[in-house]
């Protein structure tokens, strides 16, 4: 500033002042007239500026001594206050500044053409920084999307001459919720109420992809009408695949408030719809016991952190004791809220409930006095519930109550409650559907395993309801049916069987060519897929299908899933090139019914993945495109059908030796599924092989094993040692123990694999050929050439049984049965299978890959033991080209 | 952040260079931090609310626990960081002021939300250029001392968290406190 009262001083002259400043504050305010004439005897302006210094030291009245707070306010306080009420805001016309925020300030407005009202917000000073318009901008984007009663809807946005964003959103007049419940002395039940209005609000947002993730009490509103709103989406996040969030290092900045904050925020870890449940948990915490679970006022940041992450809160029960809500906090009843509290806000994410769903169907348990879905971490909760609620009566061992507990029938009052609860609503068949499609509809988190326990006692109570209507056969079979699928996708099998068959058996009393008895024939059909019977299965398919076709006129949807279901059945029997055929056909009939529709997306998958096992790479790409492209259509970007596509493409990519694309697949498809299943589930553990493939085909091992270990322990939970699936994993690790020369172990894994694939197919299967054929691997590796040749022509024999000539697998199988011919110096046998796998291979690869090469020096050798010098030369000269060019 | 004319530190390794260095979302957030946190501390002002906590500390306990988990915030330690808090407060509050300054003059910056001559931001605006002025004079004498000033008054450190990050005693930071309030003060009358 140029009206500088006075040069500063330089140091020395500084040290002096306050030298002197020191010395004469310690003397009496009369004394320093003295003692400065003395000290500073010629030099006036020190003597002044000393002076001076011990003036302000007494009155203590600078800008300094007011605090930060006092000068915040002298300098920001008023700004908005002169605001001009007739700047335009579009229609909206400003009455009075109703809530202020660091973000933004809010005003009350009036629209005047309508007469309605709208609340305006504005963002504070936007020149500041960049982070906060685009925090702004974002919040009314995400706004634009959500239209629920209990978000407050987006009206109207802009921008003033100067900059400044606005928005013009939904007025709500009304308090805050802990606020609101204070004030109006709710009991328990209202506050419930209030609470599960909230969570719908939430799974609204949660639909739309949208993460609130600023969850808390000041965020929701509740009318005077005793309604809720949700406020304030500043920094909500939009899940998307485009997002920075699918990188794996993403850390964000994320502004939210700390005694709401999940764990993983407070980490700096990724967010999602399991943030959300945390805070609702915090919040249904604070509703419950009228204080919060963790108390951080005046604590540092690291203790905050260490409490959130670490200590324990005092149950809600125990904290609501004395409060109107908690009248009868000390009741038993009251330990089912403590559990559902506690599983909201679970410190590790995936022991939360799953979506917000989850949590709304255990508010209702609660509500109507069912078992919650939810446990604690010990057993002991189920079986605590079941003797409360049966104390009177119970007398049983302790045994029973085990095997009931086990076989999932939880209680005869509780089904018999079920059942006049069912008769009281009104449809049957209407009915089926709501709770089928309650239960399955969602498709992307359906059976997941955190819900699967309560699809079951919901099916159970299903199946009960069933036996009742036996005056009622057609709604009954129906019924079966329905039951029967939903069980196998809970994989159920035994309970699956036992529906279907009994609703193919009552279906073919009532009409023995009826359509239902067609759709009954085919969906037994496919679950004998599942259990692995497949010629039973191929069988009642194509019964299926052949009534399908004589009752119902040619494109019809009927038509369209049996043959889907066929082509399934000959994919599974690995006799590609019939299913093939077929799956044009389906695919054909579901494209002409709707050509965006799910079926369309099944039938393009499948009909992809019998090219890509028949070694049809290019079509079987497109076609993996065409379904991602109509799920994305279906169901936007983030759906496990989508996560599907881009691991298959990947699957391509790997095959065709393009490893780092692979990976950047699997990761991307590993993404959406752990966002939708969680991270202990067969379809993330599936993504999870996929990508240590990815990563142990670059020689990264250390990354790999872990993921792939992972993905077995999963596996074997959920389908057992003698899976296909847990197949396919195995083969992994063997692979890699087999790369690591760990020869014992990969020997062992593929050994497994053999049995396993002998054990459920039953006949030559390519799976069982690449088993095979990778026993061999290990021989050849340990330099035992005579047992590689065996394992190795054992795979080449029945690869050829199963799959095309032409089939890089053979390709591969034949350049390894040469390599180990020819170590065992039989050149001219290892000549055929060396230049048929090349043969091959080059038709099908890139002349890059690693076998490729392999097979070509192998035939250099070859060439020159045998004396043919031309072909020598020549393949030298190709070898050479390829390892210039890379 | 606009135009700054500090002097240096007296490390030598201004709380500016560190964050430029540091991820530039960061750097942003601290300062909508900062931002946020003063509008706070001026509405608890304007409300009147003797129950409330009207410390600047809270705005660095928080803001350390937002950015704490970022990677260019994560290997200062949380005294550094919350150095690196006053240094953002004050210059948000600064910019803010400057900036009103220039709309009260009608100057290229001028804003369309203008302000009414003599209110009491424009008084507090004119000050705390002046305190802003008056601490990079006071850098140039005695850098530390600056520093003990930013800290304390921008960033709500208390006297022992001050001496841990200068590394000196209580009694110095006492004893350089006083006679930096002295002086800032008389700079403060002059401009006035």
């Not at chain 1, 239209?147 to 964003?165: E, K, M, R, S, W």
């Amino acid at each position: 500033m140029s009206d500088d009262p006075r040069d500063p001083l330089d140091a020395e002259q500084w040290a002096r002042v306050q030298q002197l400043f020191h010395a004469a504050s310690a003397l009496p305010a009369d004394a320093w007239g003295a003692y400065l004439a003395e000290e500073t005897a010629g030099e006036p302006s020190l003597c002044a500026t000393v002076r001076a210094m011990l003036t302000e030291d007494a009155l203590r009245g600078s800008l300094l001594d007011g605090g930060l707070a006092a000068t915040a306010h002298a300098v920001l306080s008023d700004d908005h206050a002169h605001l001009p009420m007739e700047t335009a805001f579009g229609p909206y016309r400003l009455l009075r500044q109703i809530g202020e925020g660091g973000m933004a300030v809010v005003y009350l407005a009036e629209r005047a053409d309508l007469g309605s009202s709208a609340a305006v917000k504005l963002l504070h000073d936007p020149w500041l920084s960049p982070a906060r318009r685009e925090r702004f901008a974002s919040e009314q984007r995400t706004l634009a999307q959500l239209n629920h009663p209990g978000i407050a809807h987006l009206y109207d946005a802009g921008v003033l001459p100067d900059g400044t964003q606005w928005i013009a959103m939904e007025y709500v007049d009304g308090e805050s919720l802990t606020e609101y419940c204070r004030t109006h002395a709710l009991g328990l039940d209202a506050r419930l109420q209030l609470f599960r209005e909230v969570c719908d609000a939430v799974q609204h947002a949660h639909g739309h992809l949208v993460v609130h993730r600023d969850l808390k009490p000041s965020n929701i509103l509740v009318t005077h009408a005793g309604h809720v709103k949700l406020l304030d989406f500043g920094i909500a996040k939009q899940l998307d695949p485009a997002d920075s969030e699918l990188s794996p290092t993403k850390t964000g900045l994320q502004l939210m408030t700390p005694a709401y904050a999940s764990p993983e925020q407070l980490r700096g870890e990724t967010t999602g719809v399991y943030t959300d449940v945390y805070a609702l948990g915090v919040v249904l915490y604070e509703m419950l016991a009228g204080t919060l679970p963790f108390d951080i006022a005046g604590r540092t940041p690291g203790e905050s952190e260490m409490l959130i992450l670490t200590a324990e809160p005092v149950r809600p029960s125990v904290a609501a004791r004395g409060t109107t809500q908690g009248a009868d906090a000390n009741t038993a009843s009251w330990a089912d809220l403590d559990v559902l509290c506690f599983t909201a806000m679970h410190r590790e994410a995936s022991r939360r409930y799953r979506t917000v769903d989850a949590l709304i169907r255990d508010i209702d348990h609660y509500r109507r006095k069912e078992p919650l879905e939810a446990r604690p971490d010990s057993t002991t909760y189920r079986l605590g519930k079941f003797v409360r609620r049966h104390r009177g009566a119970l007398t049983a061992s302790i045994g029973v109550l085990s095997i009931l507990l086990v076989t999932g029938v939880v209680s005869a009052a509780r089904i018999r409650t079920a059942r006049d609860a069912a008769v009281v609503e009104a449809d049957r068949a209407q009915r089926i559907q709501h709770f089928t499609l309650s239960l399955f509809a969602g498709g992307a988190e359906s059976s997941e395993p955190g819900d699967s326990l309560r699809a079951v006692t919901l099916v159970e109570r299903g199946v009960v309801e069933a036996a009742t209507l036996g005056a009622e056969p057609v709604v009954q079979a129906e019924l079966y049916q329905t039951l029967g699928s939903i069980f196998q996708k809970l994989g159920q099998l035994d309970r699956a069987d036992t529906l279907l068959q009994q609703a193919l058996r009552s279906r073919r009393r009532l009409a023995a060519d009826h359509p239902d008895v067609a759709r009954s024939l085919v969906a037994l059909g496919l679950l004998r897929v599942e259990q692995s019977r497949l010629p039973e299965a191929e069988q009642l398919v194509r019964d299926g299908l052949a009534l399908s076709q004589r009752v119902r006129p040619a494109g019809h949807l009927d038509v369209a899933v049996a043959t889907t279901a066929l082509g399934r059945v000959l994919e599974e029997r690995a006799t590609y090139a019939d299913a093939i055929t077929v799956m044009r056909e389906a695919l054909r009939l579901h494209t002409a019914i709707a050509p965006v529709s799910p079926d369309v997306v099944t039938a393009a998958t499948q009909l992809g993945n019998d090219l890509f096992y028949a070694g049809e790479y290019d079509r079987a790409d497109s076609l993996f495109r065409h379904s991602m492209t109509v799920a994305q259509a279906l169901y936007g970007d983030r759906h496990p059908l989508v996560a599907d596509a881009l691991i298959n493409m990947g699957a391509v990519r790997f095959q065709r030796a393009d490893y780092a694309a692979a990976e950047r697949l699997d990761r991307d498809g590993l993404q959406i599924m752990q966002f939708v299943y969680g991270t202990e589930d067969p379809r993330t553990a599936s993504a999870l092989t996929m990508l240590g493939r990815a990563l142990v085909a670059q020689t990264r091992f250390s990354e790999a094993v872990p993921l792939v270990k992972q993905a077995l322990a999963i596996q074997e939970r959920v389908y057992g040692n003698v899976s296909p699936k847990v197949a396919s994993t195995v083969n992994e690790l063997g692979i890699i123990a087999l790369r690591e020369k760990q020869f014992d172990d990969a020997d062992a894994y593929f050994a497994r694999n053999t049995d396993i694939y002998r054990a459920v197919f039953k006949r030559p299967h390519n799976l069982l050929a690449t088993a095979l054929a990778n026993r061999g691997s290990v021989f050849s590796a340990r330099g035992d050439n005579v047992q590689a040749e065996r394992y190795f022509r054992e795979a080449v024999a029945v690869f050829s049984q199963t799959v095309a000539p032409t089939h890089v697998d053979i390709g591969i199988a034949r350049v390894k049965l040469g390599r180990v011919l020819l170590r065992q110096r039989r050149f001219a046998d290892a000549e055929r299978e060396s230049e048929a796998g090349l043969a091959i291979l080059t038709s099908q690869m890139s002349p890059g890959a690693s076998w490729v090469k392999n097979a070509r020096s192998d035939l250099v050798q070859v060439y020159d033991s045998l004396g043919r010098s031309a072909k020598a030369a020549a393949m030298r000269v190709a070898q050479a080209d390829t390892l210039l060019k890379r | 952040m606009g135009s700054n004319t500090r002097g240096p530190d007296a490390d030598g390794e201004s709380p500016d260079e560190r964050m430029q260095s540091a991820d530039r979302d960061a750097l942003d957030a601290v300062f909508s931090l900062a931002y946020e946190e003063l509008r706070r501390l001026a509405s608890v002002v304007r409300r009147n609310d003797p129950n409330a906590s009207i410390s600047p500390t809270t705005l660095v306990n928080e803001a350390w626990l937002r950015l704490a988990a970022t990677p260019s915030v994560a290997h200062t330690s949380p005294l550094h960081f919350r150095r690196i808090a006053a240094r953002a407060m004050r210059q948000v509050l600064v910019d803010i002021a400057r900036r009103k300054h220039a709309g009260k003059r009608g100057g290229p910056d001028a804003i369309v939300i203008t302000l009414d001559d003599g209110n009491v931001a424009a008084q507090g605006s004119a000050d705390l250029l002046a305190l802003d002025h008056a601490l990079d004079g006071l850098a140039q004498m005695n850098p530390r001392q600056a520093q003990m000033v930013e800290c304390r008054f921008f960033g709500g450190l208390d006297v022992a968290e001050t001496a841990q990050l200068l590394d000196i005693s209580e009694a110095t930071v006492l004893r350089d406190w006083r006679a930096a309030r002295a002086w800032l003060a008389t700079e403060l009358r002059d401009a006035s």
